[in-house]
């Protein structure tokens, strides 16, 4: 089969290549890709980046997608050949005590499809059947691979942010997470204004715009005093702004991860009582609601997806790190 792999340390070492078709384990399920998404962590290991030395090579990227069940090793009963399906990303162990307490994502063992071990930027791909999460026909290829990240915007905006109607919010970070934490937060009903950078202008602000969402540029007019602050640019400047804008009592959920030390003042969350709190991954739930929310028309995204082929992934590897496009989805047939 094709596959886009990284091959070694330098991003030129990473290409469209043959492989072996994925050979199936007990307790897995052979999946047809149908669509994988490109996600910043992709950049980050295409890169070797500081923080992803651990991302060994030879490895098939690729963790944000869905597909078709093809195959079904003897000992799975529940899945059958033709289900539809997305999986967990960030995959626990499922018999610690976090995993046990629904919290996967902060499982000491977790494992990521795609970075951990071969991901889906290729036609087939083997997952064990304990991360699969169900999704309809009805859902577009495109549009299903876009779950993940959505449900990360749901962990930081829902489970996290605990956002409620008519609070005033502040997304940071213009990219496809932040867009989706900002409309994501919006369904809910509260106000919500989405920050982005200057190079944000061009093709991610008003792409967000025609989506009914408020934008600024970062650092230019007031954002009035927020209830709940979403970090999800990580700018270390965003989060310093994040403890002094929002207001007293407040929360701010940071979901962005930062190549460099904030300078965040620590005596503004003493003194005025501001809740900082993580937000890292998604669980299984947060997949199912996104889905939910797509079945019933109130999480519309396509607008802000961009297909390659599988031939083509490296352009979409090149065309995502000079922040050309949004969210590229790459297609294997």
Request: glycine share 10%.
């Amino acid at each position: 089969m094709r596959a886009l792999v990284k091959l070694g340390f330098d991003k030129t070492e990473t290409v469209v290549r043959d492989i072996p078709n994925p050979s199936l384990q007990d307790g897995q399920v052979l999946l047809r890709v149908e669509a994988c998404g490109l996600c910043g962590s992709d950049i980050h290991a295409w890169r070797s980046d500081k923080g992803y030395e651990w991302v060994k090579a030879p490895v098939t990227l690729g963790h944000e997608f869905v597909g078709s069940v093809v195959e079904v090793s003897s000992d799975v009963s529940d899945w059958k050949i033709g289900d539809r399906a997305v999986v967990v990303s960030i995959q626990g162990c499922l018999t610690c005590d976090e995993c046990e307490r629904g919290m996967t994502e902060r499982c000491a063992s977790r494992k990521v499809i795609g970075l951990s071990y071969d991901g889906a930027m290729a036609e087939f791909v083997s997952v064990s059947a304990r991360y699969l999460v169900r999704i309809p026909s009805s859902i577009p290829a495109i549009v299903g691979a876009a779950v993940e990240p959505l449900s990360v915007s749901a962990h930081a905006t829902l489970t996290t942010g605990q956002v409620e109607s008519g609070q005033k919010v502040v997304v940071s970070g213009a990219g496809f997470v932040g867009i989706g934490c900002a409309l994501l937060a919006k369904d809910v009903g509260a106000e919500v204004i989405l920050i982005g950078a200057e190079r944000d202008r061009a093709l991610r602000l008003p792409a967000a715009e025609k989506l009914g969402i408020e934008t600024r540029i970062f650092g230019k007019g007031s954002y009035g005093s927020p209830d709940l602050w979403i970090e999800a640019s990580g700018a270390a400047s965003a989060l310093a702004s994040a403890v002094v804008e929002t207001k007293t009592g407040g929360k701010i959920s940071v979901v962005g991860l930062y190549g460099a030390a904030s300078e965040a003042d620590i005596n503004q969350l003493v003194r005025r009582e501001i809740t900082l709190k993580g937000s890292y991954a998604s669980v299984a739930k947060e997949y199912e609601l996104i889905i939910d929310l797509m079945q019933r028309g109130r999480l519309e995204v396509e607008s802000l997806l961009e297909q390659f082929s599988l031939e083509d992934g490296l352009d979409a590897f090149n065309s995502a790190e000079k922040s050309q496009t949004i969210k590229p989805v790459i297609v294997p047939n």
